[in-house]
């Protein structure tokens, strides 16, 4: 379809942007019931939306106009900028972003959107493509609350636990890429580390079963650290930043010897000799709270 046949509103939803996580929300939003349209530069991967009950448009000017709400989920900012750019009149259509980016980017294209006429939510997406539609899965948004009060209905089909967590149109990008810098690097130190247990014999089996342990302590630990660091007291009566150091130290040294090359286990050394540099070998793990920020920056805490 062309979109030109289409008259304004005559749809739920429009989505832009259909790579696996795009081509994810027009799918759960059609399985739940809502009239979708679906945009994408390469318009193929539209059209393969078509069998899920998605229309698939060929302007993206005609998919705006065809939906109340667009969601846009494509790379950038700058992609997000680039493909909707085409699009000068809005009309109080609002405009909710998925893209990845900074903050800055966040409040920069806010401006930008709210320019042309559009009303605009930041998204932020916790969960996969296969999560969708699950009770489990997380989008926080943040934006004027009255646009979530608005859309809530339709936007909480796509995951579950999902909420409206600040007016600041900004914060939900904060979250996303703050809970990004502890996950990202957590699973890439599990790649690192289960490569080298199962090169060094252990079984898929006993991997399994004894990864259990420590993400047990990673859900109560992450308590712990958010009232050190929100108290600064930082004292241990379990482990301190010394001792850390020096059994990350001697776990570096057979990784590497084994042939790995223990890039975040190196980065987290790194780190913990850098706390105990500073006097902070004493205190509990999560001193290195005081060295974490770059010289100058401002302790709020």
């Known amino acids: 379809m062309t979109g030109s046949e289409l008259s304004p509103h005559t749809h739920d939803v429009t989505v832009i942007g259909c790579g696996l996580m795009g081509a994810g929300l027009a799918r759960q939003f059609a399985k739940s019931g809502f009239r979708v349209v679906a945009w994408n530069r390469t318009h193929e ?13 060929r302007a993206v000017v005609d998919a705006v106009r065809a939906a109340p709400l667009v969601v846009s989920c494509t790379s950038t900012y700058d992609t997000t900028r680039s493909a909707l750019d085409p699009v000068d009149q809005w009309h109080g259509t609002t405009l909710v972003n998925l ?8 409040d920069a294209f806010e401006r930008w959107a709210r320019a042309r006429g559009a009303r605009t939510l930041e998204g932020g997406i916790f969960c996969y493509p296969q999560d969708l539609g ?5 989008i926080y948004y943040s934006g004027p609350a009255m646009l979530w009060t608005e859309h809530e209905r339709t936007l909480t089909v796509l995951a579950g636990s999902s909420r409206h967590v600040s007016e600041q149109t900004r914060t939900a990008n904060v979250m996303f890429v703050g809970i990004s810098a502890f996950f990202i690097p957590a699973m890439s130190a599990y790649v690192e580390a289960a490569t080298y247990l199962l090169d060094q014999g252990v ?28 108290t600064g007291r930082y004292d241990s009566d379990q482990a301190t930043v010394a001792l850390y150091a020096e059994t990350s130290a001697i776990c570096l040294d057979a990784v590497r010897a084994a042939g790995h090359r223990a890039r975040l286990l190196a980065a987290a050394v790194e780190n913990l000799d850098r706390a105990e540099a500073a006097g902070l070998g004493g205190l509990g793990f999560y001193a290195q709270a005081k060295t974490a920020r770059d010289p100058g920056t ?3 805490h």
């Open 45 to 57: 991967r539209a059209e393969a939306l078509a069998g899920d009950g998605v229309t698939p448009v």
């Open 99 to 106: 893209a990845n980016g900074t903050p800055d980017e966040a």
């Open 298 to 300: 401002t302790d709020t």
């Open 203 to 230: 079984s898929p089996d006993t991997l399994r079963e004894i990864t259990v342990p420590p993400l047990r302590t990673i859900t109560y630990t992450t308590e712990e650290t958010t009232e050190a660091i929100t």
């Open 134 to 138: 699950s009770a489990e899965a997380t």
